[in-house]
Each structure stands twice: as structure tokens, then as C-alpha cells.
């Protein structure tokens, strides 16, 4: 197929990449988009938007678009290492192991998983965030080892798929080991959904983590998209200007043009190679 043909056929994949990659190139290169760091407070409070700060400062006199633009590094962090884990390091092994060994071994495994499933997630993982110590790296380990038992089920049911397919009962009659089927057939027949999870799960996290800091539960020292939101929160006579216009908006749109581009390649991602995570 040409490249023509091809971005006309998924142009919603195209557009998703190019959304996803603009955020990527935000958040690596943020430093060099803005004169100011997240440390400096070069105007008044308050400011409204001008051409030297263009969505305007905040509440201490940050400007505001230096700080939406390293929020973009931490939510983008948060969320990729909390999929990392809750996709990779505990769901695909988990899910793999379940399907592929079967037997004991399955039914054990899948006894944990339903463990997990049948904690409410959003209040266990409230409760574990606040016992833990305010920090980026404790929320992304408590979202990432709370959110990874449906996707270790989904990567089970296509394990086991792939276990009765009939190619796999021939490589076995020609002899292969399981270290043959596990690289030559079930890694790259899983690794659509396991990418199409990872996107997915990425964008869970990150909006997850939007919420802990809304409720006031997150590392205060850190400029997430969420706690900025918060920020704000705390201060509520900033509605009474149009100071919200400018600090409140910019992160909220943020948030939902980022989980829409993920959400929509990790669509595109399962409609092209054929895979669904809805097991």
C-alpha cells in the first residue's frame, strides 16, 4: 500500500499521532518554548494575558503557560510509568502466565486477578495514595499496581486465543521450543494490544492523577497539570475575575486534547491490526 493511500485509509490514526507528538515534543523541549523556568516569578499576580506572557500569570506571579508547559512533562511521565507498570510489568506476565501455563497455575492467577478487580479502584486507590508519602514516583507506583488486573484478563483471553490457533499446534509438531513460539508467535502477535494498552492505560493514569490532585491528594510541589487545576481550586476568588479564563482553561483543555489522542490511536491501533482489549 502507498503512504497516499495509507494516511487517507487512517486518517484518524495520522491526526492522533501528530496530536500525540506535539505534546511528546512539549514536554521534552518545553525549556527552550519558554524564557522563564517553573522556578521563576518574573510578573505581578494575577496578570491577564499580553504578548510577554501570553496565557497570562498566576496566583504568585508564575507565568502561566511556563507552567502549563512543564505540566506536560510530569502528567506525560506519570502516565507513561504508570502504564509501563501496570501494562508490562504486571499485566502482560500475569496475563501471559495465566493463559499460556493453564491449569493450577491459571486458576490461581486468575483468583488474584479477581481480587483485584472486585476492590473499588478509585477508593483503594485514594486510601494507598494516602498513606503513602506526597510524591511523583509514589503515584505513579499506586496507580500502576492498582490498575493492572483487567488489563493482565485481557491479555489472558488473547494469550489463550493464540494458544488454540493452529498454527501454534503446527510449530509444535515441527518441533518448536517454547522460547520459539513465546518470540516468533505470541510476542508479536500481542504486542498490537499490548501497545493499544499502553495507550490506553497512559491516558487512564493521567487523568487518574487529575483527580487524586483534585481531591487534594498528590505532591504539592510538583506543576501537574492536575495540582494546577488544584491550585486554583484553592483560591476560588480568582472567579471572581476572568483570571480562571487563562489558568484554568489552558490545563483542562490540555488534559482532554491529550486523553483524545490517546485514546483515539489506541483505537486506530486495535481497528488496523485487528485486536480488542474489549475481552
Known sequence: MKTQDFIKENRELMMSVLVLSLFIVVALFGDYLTPYTIKDKPGKPLEAPSDEY????????????????HGARISLMIGICSGIITVLVLGMPVGFLSGYLGGRVDEALM??????????????????????????????????????????????SETLRIKKSGYIDASVGFGAGKLHLLFWHFLPTLTPLLFSSLLMVTGSAIMTEAGLAFLGIGDPTTHS?????????????????????????PQILAISGLLLALASLGNSIEKLFGVSRRK
Not at 54 to 69: K, Y
Not at 126 to 146: D, F, K, Q, R, Y
Not at 233 to 239: A, E, G, H, I, K
Request: aromatic share 10%; net charge positive; with cysteine.
Open 54 to 69: 501570553p496565557l497570562g500569570t498566576d496566583s504568585v506571579g508564575r507565568c502561566n503557560l511556563t507552567v502549563l508547559i
Open 111 to 156: 483468583l488474584f486477578i479477581d481480587v483485584f478487580m472486585s476492590i473499588p479502584r478509585i477508593p483503594f486507590i485514594i486510601v494507598i495514595a494516602g498513606l503513602l508519602e506526597p510524591s511523583v514516583w509514589n503515584t505513579i507506583i499506586v496507580i500502576g499496581v492498582t490498575t493492572w488486573s483487567s488489563t493482565a484478563r485481557i491479555i489472558r
Open 225 to 249: 497539570w492536575g495540582m494546577s487545576i488544584r491550585a486554583l481550586l484553592n483560591r476560588p476568588t480568582s472567579y471572581m475575575t476572568q483570571a480562571w479564563m487563562w489558568r484554568l482553561l
